[in-house]
């Protein structure tokens, strides 16, 4: 019936559409879409209505099940049975479809989950056995449980019992006794590894060597590497550890950075930033500690800036805070080209504004000469640089990572290893330490007895013992002292007050007088700081005038291999110390104002000298010091008076200079010097003249006498009658003609 009537009514529509024409056709077609619309809407909304109340019932079945499933485990049979007699409702028949039909797809869902994560477990732990059981001999006197396998070690077995179990052992090579030993391995090095630190590392590292670490040795990198991993703050300290035993085996050294570098690369083919910060820190350290090459530093920045983003850049910049202060001394033009790399995209700006605050402060670390980022700490500083061993591995070789050295193999010749490792033992830590090992079950008073005559004898040894420190690391370690001293005070006086608390040894006055005046000519401009400290130490001990007096002559010597900029304030700093007084001004002898003698770099040296001393004194009192007859043997080389070609030079320089005035008393003499050369010239009585008057004058005492006079009184008339003509002008001759 409805459908006849809707054909009725679709043939009308179509009638009044035929005559209404093309307008009403769209009209009716609108209508229809709207109805289509809303129909679907009401479709939607009854589903979503269908969806959730199979959710309640759903949620109400399970409730149910699970009230169900209490009550048949813990009823007793009686229970049971009166649940089977008990008769079954309507609802339950129809909660029954609904259970088992489209609501069980979540219950699936979790199953299917949870059978995926056993398969994988599963699988995971079938991979871990077959790499690391192997076939076990048990003798009939140990009784070992049967789950002692895996990476793990299986069961836990207490120290105590561990050792009794390999006591029993009667064969030493047999395969339960190596397995046994090396679980024992395994333990012990992964517990000094986990309990190294700062202050117990040189308590640690014999009895690391003590364990057979040839054996261990993909145990050690393995344990070192998630140790680092899980405290990434303990870096330095791990790496400190790994260069003291690559000294005697540069074997695990190279293991273990090959490791780490293989780890990197696949940090940053996975973007796996936390691996990757913890990756590059390690080697980081590893660098400091001379263990890998610079070059390996140097690369790996290069591949980080290559195409930086966020994390890259990141981990580049703590990389260079790490170890920039390495790089700094060993490879300044490497580093100097990482951080115009780090200006390049700084510039650029493509990056975070977070990321680019760490570039800015990380110009700013380098500023200050990476203080507060030491490459290697005093206390963790145990090889001597002529036993490092340095591996010079890069990012692009091949390299093998050896995981068959972290599993257990059987050796057939395990018990001459272990002899020979005794012997490699003994080497490093010496006989007494390997018989304290052999022979750990001895009495103690025994022990404490041999202690106290070993340690009387170390203390005999060490009276007589006198070390030459040929390395100079004493003398490094003042310097970085008064270094760090000058660049952390605030003013002149707290400096000193701090310097003179240093305990200098006789001589080392002047390794303080060459690091102030050296930290004075790196500044950008000369501070007034440092002449005041030089002036207090020069007053406080006579000692350092002496050493100044000494820097000046080779600072004056060497003024030629200085910058403008160091030049400057190196004359600046000695003018204020001789404008102070806190100089004597004999050092000035050493200055010799000649075309000759000079350079363009001394001529810069004493022009700012004698500017800022007259800028210091003024002009009139200098000149006033400058022409002390006291001091004019110091002064004979800045004005000199032996060649008139020196004498106008001196003249001419210090009137380009603008100090013309100080030069006085050298025109004068100047505008003299020709008079006085016509006067070397007049002739002198021959020695004959003399011999024949005195002759004459011999006779008797009366006529000696009147000779005597008569001479004195002619010599003082020809003086007279000399300087009266040097005081008159000459006239030029005229030439008679012929």
């Avoid at 990756?279 to 090459?293: D, G, P, T």
């Avoid at 990389?319 to 990482?338: A, R, T």
């Avoid at 670390?365 to 010079?392: N, S, W």
């Avoid at 990572?401 to 003994?426: M, R």
Wanted: glycine share 6%; net charge negative; hydrophobic share 30%.
């Amino acid at each position: 019936m409805a459908t006849a009537v809707g054909v009725r009514q679709e043939e009308r529509w179509g009638a009044g559409a035929e005559e209404d024409g093309e307008y009403s056709r769209e009209g009716y077609r609108g209508k229809d879409r709207r109805d289509a619309d809303d129909r679907s809407r009401r479709a939607e909304h009854y589903r979503d209505r269908q969806e959730r109340s199979k959710r309640e019932e759903y949620s109400r079945g399970r409730d149910r099940r699970d009230g169900e499933e209490r009550y048949w485990r813990s009823g007793d049979e009686r229970s049971r049975r009166e649940g089977e007699d008990r008769p079954r409702s309507r609802r339950d028949d129809e909660e029954r479809p609904r259970r088992n039909g489209e609501e069980s797809y979540r219950v699936d869902e979790e199953r299917r989950r949870e059978r995926g994560d056993r398969e994988e477990r599963r699988r995971r732990d079938e991979e871990e056995e077959s790499l690391e059981e192997a076939p076990k001999v048990v003798p009939e006197k140990v009784a070992v449980p049967e789950k002692a396998s895996g990476r793990s070690g299986g069961v836990y077995i207490p120290p105590f019992k561990l050792a009794q179990m390999m006591k029993d052992v009667d064969d030493k090579s047999s395969v339960q006794y190596q397995r046994m030993t090396w679980d024992a391995l395994r333990k012990s090095i992964n517990g000094l590894v986990n309990k190294v630190n700062a202050s117990n590392i040189k308590n640690i590292i014999p009895e690391l060597f003590g364990e057979n670490l040839i054996r261990g040795r993909g145990l050690f990198a393995r344990s070192c590497m998630k140790s680092q991993m899980a405290s990434p703050t303990f870096t330095h300290i791990f790496a400190a550890l790994v260069a003291v035993v690559n000294t005697k085996f540069p074997e695990l050294g190279e293991l273990l950075l090959k490791r780490i570098i293989l780890q990197l690369k696949r940090a940053f083919k996975r973007n796996d930033k936390p691996v990757l910060l913890a990756a590059a820190k390690f080697i980081a350290h590893l660098v400091n500690q001379q263990v890998a090459h610079e070059i390996l530093a140097l690369e790996l920045l290069t591949i980080l800036l290559e195409k930086p983003t966020d994390d890259s850049v990141e981990v580049a910049v703590g990389f260079v805070k790490e170890c920039g202060s390495l790089l700094q001394d060993v490879s300044p033009q490497g580093l100097h080209g990482i951080f115009e790399r780090f200006r390049g995209i700084l510039h650029e700006g493509e990056i975070d504004k977070r990321v680019q605050f760490m570039i800015e402060g990380l110009f700013a670390i380098r500023k200050a000469q990476f203080q507060g980022f030491p490459a290697v700490l005093p206390e963790l500083d145990l090889v001597d640089q002529e036993d490092q061993i340095t591996h010079e591995l890069s990012l692009d070789d091949e390299l093998d990572q050896e995981t068959g050295l972290d599993i257990f193999k059987v050796d057939p010749d395990f018990v001459e290893n272990e002899k020979k490792y005794e012997a490699v033992k003994k080497e490093i830590l010496g006989d007494d330490s390997a018989g304290e090992v052999e022979d750990g079950d001895k009495e103690s008073g025994d022990e404490d007895d041999e202690d106290e005559s070993d340690e009387e004898d170390e203390e005999d040894r060490e009276a007589c013992m006198i070390i030459q420190d040929e390395t100079e690391t004493n003398l490094v370690n003042l310097r970085r002292t008064i270094y760090l001293t000058i660049m952390s005070s605030v003013d002149f006086e707290e400096a000193g007050h701090k310097l003179l608390k240093i305990k200098l040894e006789p001589g080392q006055e002047m390794e303080l007088c060459v690091m102030l005046l050296e930290c004075c000519s790196q500044e950008r401009t000369y501070l007034r700081y440092y002449g005041l400290l030089g002036q207090r130490f020069c007053m406080i001990n006579r000692v350092y005038q002496e050493k100044f007096d000494i820097c000046f002559v080779n600072q004056y010597s060497m003024i030629h291999r200085l910058e403008t900029n160091k030049l400057r304030n190196v004359a600046k700093f000695f003018a204020h110390l001789l404008g102070t007084d806190a100089l004597p001004w004999q050092a000035l002898a050493y200055i010799r104002l000649t075309e000759e003698d000079t350079t363009s770099s001394s001529r810069i040296f004493i022009k700012i000298l004698f500017q800022e001393l007259s800028e210091h004194l003024g002009l009139r009192k200098l000149n006033e010091r400058l022409s002390d007859p006291s001091m004019q043997e110091s002064f004979d080389g800045i004005f000199p008076k032996d060649n008139p070609k020196n004498t106008r030079f001196a003249i001419n320089f210090f009137t380009s200079i603008g100090l013309g005035g100080l030069t006085d008393n050298l025109r004068e003499y100047l505008k003299n010097m020709p008079r006085m050369i016509m006067n070397q010239h007049v002739p002198v009585p021959s020695e004959s003249d003399d011999s024949d008057a005195d002759s004459d004058t011999s006779g008797g005492g009366s006529s000696s006498a009147s000779s005597v006079s008569d001479s004195s009184s002619d010599s003082e008339s020809d003086s007279e009658s000399d300087s009266a003509s040097d005081s008159s002008p000459e006239k030029p001759r005229k030439k008679r003609r012929t």
